[in-house]
């Protein structure tokens, strides 16, 4: 008899938890519910649109949907739509994959004026998610501080100071592309309160900063000077050592005089409070920074303050310091850490309930982090079903499930309908393609 599965959350997570389960066990069915009519999560609404090559993942999940034991249940906000019972009742094994749709604060005062923004907010903003397409931020400034030192905040700073005609040519959403062509901003200051020893971004973006047309990068040399200590920790690791060099050979190179924009990277800066703006209230005009300073041995240095402030002028603040996953009702939450409790993925409490990806582990690493996180998960179900301890009676899955769902539910099939919209609207404009940016435009193209 078959073994169903239902996944919920269409992202990276569920597709290799799917991918796995299907290609390890022949009698597993699977069904991925998604809340968008559009698959792939964050691969669509977080990968930089002039990250192309970073989307390729999207050719195997896309094979994975038209798997014949696999269902795609788009537009289906499980908890909203359907039950999440029903699931429970239905499948012999249930997967949340659904990621992190809420961010870490700041918590500083001002953090609700008018120009800060979440970088998730901004990159789904700028990649067309519908949630955030009338997010409108002012570019109207010639500074934004980016607050953050990982690769989600070097692709804010990035987007912000391309050309135009780099970004015309990617997918781009059509209202950022308008937007950014408009944009007054000329300078991003990009702020982390640890130093660069402790920076998550990679040498890759790090470089394409630096190789950016008409943009200078601009790092304090002092802010790079080692202790013989920090020393032997940067030789210690090749990759940290290649990153360290090209800080600093970027830091002592003469900048460039003719360059339009400028990229600006501060370490040991933590932000305490936005401030409004003198010209127009209720916007953030400046932000008060205090000087940082770290103690301990390298790789293990906490972080103080000085009592030393500072201030940037800036009309765009955008936090850069973290996703959080949201509970689910009905579901164990851990508060503290945006995730669901969890033992390899088996989640705590709730026999034949699974987790995967960033609701499971928090919002950390890349695309392959979050496929061997899966397969774990992967691995876990399948002891489950080789044991018997997933249940031996039948479950019908989707024939009982599917009468239940009130929204317009759309198929694989519909998918690829829509996307070859968007591919024929993109050729049309000389881009890869041209998303549909709401719900309602996804549906209307099938009609």
């Known amino acids: ?106 918590g500083i005062a001002g ?101 950016l047309e008409g943009c200078r990068t601009v790092l304090d040399p002092a802010q790079l000077a080692l202790t013989p200590e920090e020393s032997a920790f940067v030789e210690a690791n090749r990759p940290r050592k290649r990153l360290f060099g090209l800080l ?3 830091a002592n190179k003469a900048p460039s005089t003719d360059a339009l924009t400028e990229w600006n990277v501060r370490f040991l800066g933590a932000p305490v409070r936005a401030n409004e703006s003198q010209r127009e209230p209720g916007r953030v005009g400046s932000l008060t920074v205090e000087q940082m300073a770290l103690d301990g041995q390298p790789g293990k240095r906490r972080v103080h303050g000085t009592g030393q402030h500072w201030d940037i002028d800036c009309g765009l603040v955008l936090k850069s310091i973290g996703y959080r996953g949201t509970p689910l009702e009905g579901v164990p939450f851990d508060a503290k850490t945006g995730t669901i409790p969890n033992a390899g993925g088996r989640v705590t409490g709730m026999p034949g309930t699974y987790c995967a990806g960033w609701i499971k582990r928090g919002a950390t690493g890349i695309i392959a982090t979050t496929m061997a996180d899966a397969f774990q998960t992967a691995a876990a179900i399948l002891d489950d079903i080789a044991s018997g301890s997933t249940g031996q009676e039948t479950r019908v899955g989707a024939d009982a499930v599917r009468p239940l769902i009130t929204s317009r539910i759309v198929t694989f099939p519909d998918w690829q309908r829509i996307e070859a919209k968007e591919h024929a609207l993109g050729q049309a404009r000389g881009k890869p393609a041209e998303k549909f940016v709401s719900v309602d435009e996804m549906l209307a193209a099938l009609d």
């Open 1 to 106: 008899a078959p073994v169903r599965v239902a996944i919920v959350g269409g992202g990276p997570a569920g597709f290799y938890t799917a991918y796995q389960l299907l290609k390890s066990n022949q009698r597993v069915h699977v069904d991925i519910f998604e809340r968008l009519p559009s698959p792939y999560g964050l691969v669509r609404s977080g990968v930089a649109p002039d990250h192309p090559e970073v989307k390729n993942v999207i050719d195997q999940f896309s094979t994975v949907a038209q798997n014949e034991r696999c269902k795609y249940f788009g537009n289906v906000s499980v908890g909203q739509d359907v039950p999440l019972a029903a699931l429970s009742q239905h499948y012999h094994a249930l997967v949340l994959s659904y990621g992190a749709r809420s961010d870490s604060a700041m």
């Open 248 to 250: 600093s050979d970027t």
């Open 111 to 211: 953090e609700g004026l008018r120009g800060v923004h979440s970088a998730r907010a901004f990159v789904g903003w700028y990649n067309g998610l519908p949630d955030m397409r009338d997010l409108a931020p002012d570019l109207d400034t010639d500074t934004a501080v980016v607050v953050g030192l990982g690769n989600v905040a070097i692709d804010v700073s990035r987007i912000l100071l391309s050309p135009r005609a780099r970004l015309a040519r990617t997918d781009i959403a059509e209202h950022a592309l308008a937007a950014l062509d408009k944009s007054r901003i000329r300078r991003v200051v990009m702020l982390g309160r640890r130093g660069p020893l402790e920076a998550t971004f990679t040498i890759k973006e790090v470089r394409e900063m630096t190789r």
